[in-house]
């Protein structure tokens, strides 16, 4: 790693455990290398940090709006980390090849399915960009949630720090032998949102609450 890296996470980090106090034994589950697609749950600002730097020696490559690059601080630490640009509410063909491209060359995607924060740490609604790398890397994906920090803020204001659990799940595959379509993706998005609904607590599971005990007809859950 070079010493911008270095310097870099080492300062995140640090900002991150003045805010958070983390648990993340549970991370000790996620493999070194990939090609691994990490689904996870996005709450506030401060998991992107905390998921990466508490991750590391294993580098995980995280997909981010685009428009955090307007921000000349945020871009040199994206930059630094090797964050993948995406655009919303349009196909990005630039940021699913270089998704690609990184789980390829046997490395780790992180992507959060829900694209924006919930602030209360509710799951929201899944969007199917995370089905679209699975079915064109074949790499499995591994849900990692975290919960239990969505107050910081009043915390913050008290000089507390909050809690932050990690959980993480078995990975799993989509099947092969069935056919992704426009119909069906959206159901295949429902079912990786419920692998990571059954780790939470039920008052966080959203509308994926009724989900967590089907089962999947479309992911291959690995032993």
């Known amino acids: 790693m070079s010493l911008r890296h270095t310097l870099v996470t080492g300062s995140l980090r640090g900002?991150?455990?003045l805010v958070l106090r983390v648990h993340d034994e549970a991370l000790r589950q996620v493999p070194m290398l990939g090609p691994l697609i990490l689904v996870c749950n996005h709450v506030h600002i401060w998991e992107i940090p905390?998921?990466?730097t508490h991750l590391l020696p294993r580098r995980t490559i995280g997909m981010v709006l685009a428009k955090r690059w307007k921000n000349p601080f945020f871009g040199y630490i994206l930059d630094t980390v090797d964050a993948i640009p995406i655009k919303r509410d349009e196909p990005d063909v630039d940021a699913l090849r270089k998704a690609l491209d990184v789980?390829?060359?046997?490395?780790?995607?992180?992507?959060?399915p829900e694209g924006t924060r919930s602030g209360t740490g509710i799951l929201g609604e899944g969007y199917p960009g995370?089905?679209?790398l699975a079915t064109k890397s074949g790499a499995p994906?591994?849900?990692?949630?975290h919960f239990g920090s969505e107050n910081y803020r009043e915390n913050l204001r008290r000089l507390r720090r909050t809690d932050m659990n990690y959980v993480v799940g078995r990975p799993f595959h989509v099947r092969a032998d069935v056919s992704i379509n426009h119909e069906t993706r959206q159901v295949v998005t429902d079912e990786i949102m419920s692998?990571?609904?059954a780790l939470m607590p039920e008052e966080?599971?959203?509308r994926y609450k009724s989900l967590?005990?089907?089962?999947?007809?479309?992911?291959?859950?690995d032993a």
């Open 195 to 197: 692998q990571m609904a």
């Open 141 to 145: 994906l591994m849900p990692m949630v």
């Open 204 to 206: 966080y599971r959203g």
């Open 15 to 17: 900002l991150v455990s």
């Open 212 to 221: 967590v005990d089907k089962e999947p007809k479309y992911l291959a859950i």
């Open 130 to 132: 995370a089905v679209l």
């Open 50 to 52: 905390a998921n990466y």
């Open 103 to 112: 789980l390829k060359s046997g490395g780790i995607i992180a992507i959060d």
